[in-house]
Each structure stands twice: as C-alpha cells, then as structure tokens.
C-alpha cells in the first residue's frame, strides 16, 4: 500500500479574504480523501498541534490547520504570538468561523478531496469545534475538552468568550466529546449539560468520559498526558472520523 | 484550564530578550497552562513592547508559591531603597 505523506505550510483565504497562514498534512496518493480542519488551542499554532496535523494525515485524511494569530504575528514564534494575541483578548468568534470556513473551502478544492469536511479542536479549540460546526456545514466535528461550550463564563472574564451551547440547534454534522472526569473546565457538570441538550434537540451525537483524566489529557508533552486515555480517544477520533468522512 | 483572565499594568523599564535588550511597556500577567514549566498550570508574566512586535517579549512561568516569592522580594527590596529611588519620577527624561 503506498503510504506517502507531505506536510508543509501554505497561504490560504481566512476571514474577510484575508491571507492566512496553515500547516497542510496530506496522503500523497490519488484519493478521494475525507478532510479535516484542525483548530489549535490557546497556546498558538505549535508543534504539538502540528503533530496532530500529520498523525490525521497518515491515518489517511486532508489536514488543514490554519494559524489563527497569522494577523497579529506573522512570523512570530508561536508562544510569543499566543501571548500577544491572548494580551489582546484572543480570537474573534466571527473571525474564527471564518477562518475555518477558509480552511473548508481549501480542503473541498483539492483534487484528491472527497468532498467531506470535518473538525477537530482541543482546548479552546474544542469550543471553536463545536461553533464552526453550528456556523458551517461540515460533516463531522471533534470537541476535546472545550471549556465554556455551555456553563456559565465567570463575570471578572475579560475576554468576550460566551457559552455557544445556545447555537446547537444549527449543528450541521454529528459532535463527538472526549472529555476527563477531573476536568474542570468544562466540568463533568457542564459536559452533563452539553449532552443533554443535544440529546433534547435530537442532534447526533458520542461522548467519551475518563476517569483519571483531566484538562489536556492528549497533550504528550505535558503533565497531564494520560496515555490510556488518549490511545483509547485517538482510537475513537479516527473510527468517528473514518465513519464520517470517508 | 483555559483562565482566559489576564491582568495587564503599564511598565517603565527594559528587558532583555531573544533579540537583546529593549524597552518593555506593558507586563500581562496571567494563570494559565505553561508553555514549558513541567505543571499544568503556572502564573506565567510576560514583559513586552507591542509596538515592536510579538517577539519582544520576555517570559516567565512559575509556580503560585514561586510568584508569591518573587512579589515579596520585589517589595522587599524596594522597602530595603531609600523610598523613591527607582522612581520614574526621581530620573528626569532626558532633556530635563
């Protein structure tokens, strides 16, 4: 079988037109080839991130993900251009949705697309999820952890960061929710909440919670990797996806 | 978790940074995930100069016993100072 993949980075349209940079993962055969938008966390467009991006693409997807912080700090190193961005009050939803929307358009024109276009996020990422998949007709769409998608936003928040759970009657495509027990943004509470109104509104839906996991249990380059736990969620994010796209 | 919260104040001084030393305007303090420190979450200040651009920046992550260390060595050794010593206000600009 051949198995050949590329990564690289390209310029694509974001919001508004507007040229942004992403990191492209893809199999290098003919096709066709399910795609998926990977939205990066809070902490930027990382090489943690990046990893994803080629982990889809071997497992035999089109990757996109965009650099959201393109505008504020072109060519800046990615933990400089989080706190930037994060000092300014962080991403636009509008403009966020718009990216994607870039992102979508990008993947479906490839030769080798299939036309199927999902979304994966972590984090923050996991928020952005679950609202492009309300703004955008996608066909599958991965919320990890995604604190405030419901609950309540603590008052002193300076950010204009808003639970979305309101949008979810616009969900285009099936949600599946990997979440930790010990987490507590969002918290089992909210995760409760999240899945009982998708349950209400009939939208499909799979939610996959772990004990002795907590916020950022994926990420392997940190304190709280749980490594039975990602095995197992990365294992259920590729038979979703696999379902979905291909 | 993402806290999101950040509390910003004015600066006056410099730092050093990757591309060496630079005046710092703004400092942005926040708890959030380190980028590198080996905890899930530290109290992570930033020294910066937005108008130079993303990276003039000097960072640090510390743990919350590690911040609270560093704000009672910075009153200490200011209370240690004459009062007003390291004042703006005691260094006329340049001109003066």
Redesign the interface.
């Known amino acids: 079988m051949y198995d050949a993949t590329q990564a690289e980075t390209v310029t694509i349209g974001g919001h508004g037109g507007d040229r942004i940079e992403a990191y492209l993962g893809r199999p290098l055969g003919p096709g066709p080839y399910g795609a998926v938008v990977v939205i990066h966390?809070?902490?930027g467009y990382d090489r943690e991130t990046k990893e994803y991006v080629r982990r889809l693409a071997d497992a035999g997807f089109l990757v996109l993900c965009p650099n959201l912080y393109s505008r504020?700090?072109p060519g800046?190193?990615p933990?400089?251009?989080?706190?930037?961005v994060?000092?300014a009050g962080?991403v636009p939803d509008e403009r966020l949705v718009g990216d994607v929307a870039g992102a979508a358009a990008y993947l479906r024109e490839m030769t080798s697309s299939n036309g199927k276009v999902g979304v994966i996020g972590h984090?923050?990422g996991g928020r952005h999820a679950f609202l492009s998949a309300c703004n955008l007709d996608l066909d599958a769409a991965v919320d990890c952890y995604g604190?405030f998608v419901t609950g309540t936003v603590?008052d002193?928040?300076?950010?204009a960061?808003t639970p979305v759970v309101d949008q979810a009657p616009k969900l285009s495509c099936p949600v599946l929710g990997m979440f930790g027990n010990d987490?507590?943004?969002p918290s089992p509470e909210n995760v409760d909440e999240l899945e009982a109104e998708l349950t209400r509104l009939g939208k499909p839906h799979e939610f996959h919670r772990y004990d002795g996991a907590?916020?950022?249990f994926f990420g392997a380059d940190?304190?709280?990797y749980r490594p039975e736990a990602a095995v197992d969620g990365w294992a259920k994010i590729l038979d979703f996806f696999r379902r979905n796209l291909v | 978790m993402c806290t999101y919260l950040t509390v910003k104040a004015d600066m006056e001084g410099s730092g050093k940074g990757a591309q060496g030393w630079f005046p710092v305007t703004d400092a942005s303090v926040y708890v959030d995930h380190p980028v590198h420190a080996p905890f899930g979450h530290t109290v992570n200040v930033d020294f910066l100069n937005p108008a130079l651009g993303a990276g003039a920046r000097v960072a640090v992550e510390l743990t919350e016993e590690s911040a609270r260390a560093l704000a009672g060595a910075l009153l200490a050794a200011l209370d240690a100072a004459p009062p007003g010593l390291a004042s703006a206000s005691a260094t006329p600009p340049p001109g003066h």
């Open positions: 966390h809070l902490p504020e700090a800046a190193s933990d400089d251009a989080a706190a930037l994060r000092a962080g984090c923050s604190a603590p002193d928040f300076p950010l960061v987490d507590r943004y907590g916020h950022g940190r304190p709280n």
